[in-house]
Each structure stands twice: as C-alpha cells, then as structure tokens.
C-alpha cells in the first residue's frame, strides 16, 4: 500500500469498515472482460480470515461467470465526505474502503446457506433472530469468498495530504 498512513490494520477498526458498508462490489472476469456487480453481504473475521458471504438468483450471467472462473477482486467503500481546500489540489475525499481477491465457492448444503444467508441478515440489518424455510434455501444460490488476502484503508481530515 502506497499511502501506508491510511493503511487500517486494527481488527476493530476493520469491523468498523465491514459494519458501516453495505454493498460490496465483485470483480470476475467474462470470456477475457471485466464484470462488475454490486451485492449485499454477510461477514465473518476470524484470526485474519476474513468470510464474505452472499446470495444470487439460481441463474444468470454472474453464477455462469463464477461457476466458469471463480477468481475475484471485491471491492467496498463507505464514510464518503469532501475534504475542502483553498484551492483545487487542496480537495479531497475522506473514506474508508476495504479491497482484497479471492476465490468463490457455492454452498450447496441447506445448512451452510442458512449459516451464511443468517451472516448477510445480520451484517444488513444487525438482526440474527431470522428463520429460512427449505423453499426458500433452495430457491438462492448461496456463495463465499473466504480470503486472507485483503487490506483496509481510512482516510479523514487528520490524514488529508
């Protein structure tokens, strides 16, 4: 990381970052093109692992897209603000962001999906107290990117320069 001042290593202000966004945006590669989605997600971190969970219609270009090539980059961002300045190259942008790569991996038992859809509702709402009929397991494709390879970054007025 070329800015390390901004590099977040502190777990806690890691789960900060994971908390406050909401969407997170999954990079793969089409027939030699880029693809870029936006979703909603779940998470789990533990001892430097970290576990982004999220759910899909059963079909469509992105699951044909990952069942194809589950190599991904995921990106999130959250904490937007301008920084003002007296001039134009005194401007910038506070935020905090958290970038990594992985691989994706399908769910297939209803257990593991129920597991993972309960992480989604939780990181999106702050509620863990949902149920999930088989119907309704069945109905979504549940998938994971489990990864150690990432980095967060903030960067507020104090950092600003």
């Known amino acids: 990381m070329r800015r390390k001042e901004r590099e977040v290593t502190d777990l806690s202000e890691i789960i900060k970052i994971l908390d406050a966004c909401k969407i997170v945006r999954i990079a793969m590669i089409d027939n030699g093109r880029p693809y870029l989605v936006p979703l909603n997600y779940g998470y789990r971190i533990h001892e430097?692992?970290?576990?982004?969970?999220?759910?899909?219609?059963?079909?469509?270009?992105?699951?044909?897209?990952?069942?194809?090539?589950?190599?991904?980059?995921?990106?999130?961002?959250?904490?937007?603000?301008?920084?003002?300045?007296?001039?134009?190259?005194?401007?910038?942008?506070?935020?905090?962001?958290?970038?990594?790569?992985?691989?994706?991996?399908?769910?297939?038992?209803?257990?593991d999906k129920r597991e993972a859809l309960l992480l989604l509702m939780k990181t999106q709402t702050g509620r863990d107290d949902f149920t999930f009929s088989k119907k309704h397991v069945d109905a979504v494709t549940v998938f994971q990117i489990v990864t150690r390879d990432f980095s967060a970054k903030h960067n507020d007025r104090s950092t600003q320069g």
């Open 48 to 111: 430097g692992e970290l576990t982004l969970t999220f759910h899909s219609a059963n079909v469509g270009r992105k699951i044909d897209i990952l069942t194809t090539n589950p190599h991904v980059c995921f990106e999130m961002d959250c904490d937007h603000a301008l920084i003002e300045g007296n001039v134009a190259c005194d401007f910038g942008f506070a935020f905090s962001s958290i970038i990594g790569t992985g691989n994706v991996t399908f769910l297939s038992q209803t257990a």
